[in-house]
Nanobody, 119 residues
Framework: QVQLVESGGDLVQAGGSLRLSCAAS????????MAWYRQAPGKQRELVAG???????NYVDSVRGRFTISRDNAKNTVYLQMNSLKPEDTAVYYC?????????????WGQGTQVTVSS
């Protein structure tokens, strides 16, 4: 059974920092690309940051320079370090694991962790 368990969400003041973690089980972690998505109330879920199996990173423009995604394959965990937080970063943050094998794609989601940034 695949599980992605996020943690680290909290209420923080603008300008503060948080570190989200996502612990994976039930998958071969180091062959999955990992990503963080977020969904704010009334908005669509958006990709925040991704990291490939080779360690290449990408970010949505609104967080580039403030957020850092990283992975620890030995711990089957992906992290999102969030600095200089803004009220517009308020959302539920979801961890995603994915890979493509031939014509099949595999996608797994965590349950989400709430991040609230007060002004």
């Amino acid at each position: 059974q695949v599980q992605l368990v996020e943690s680290g969400g909290d209420l923080v003041q603008a300008g503060g920092s948080l570190r989200l973690s996502c612990a994976a089980s039930g998958i071969i972690f180091n062959i999955h690309n990992m990503a963080w998505y977020r969904q704010a109330p009334g908005k669509q879920r958006e990709l925040v940051a991704g990291i490939t199996i080779l360690g290449s990173r990408n970010y949505v423009d609104s967080v580039r320079g403030r957020f850092t995604i990283s992975r620890d394959n030995a711990k089957n965990t992906v992290y999102l370090q969030m600095n200089s937080l803004k009220p517009e970063d308020t959302a539920v943050y979801y961890c995603h694991a994915g890979r493509v094998a031939g014509t099949r794609s595999y996608d797994y989601w965590g349950q989400g962790t709430q991040v609230t940034v007060s002004s």
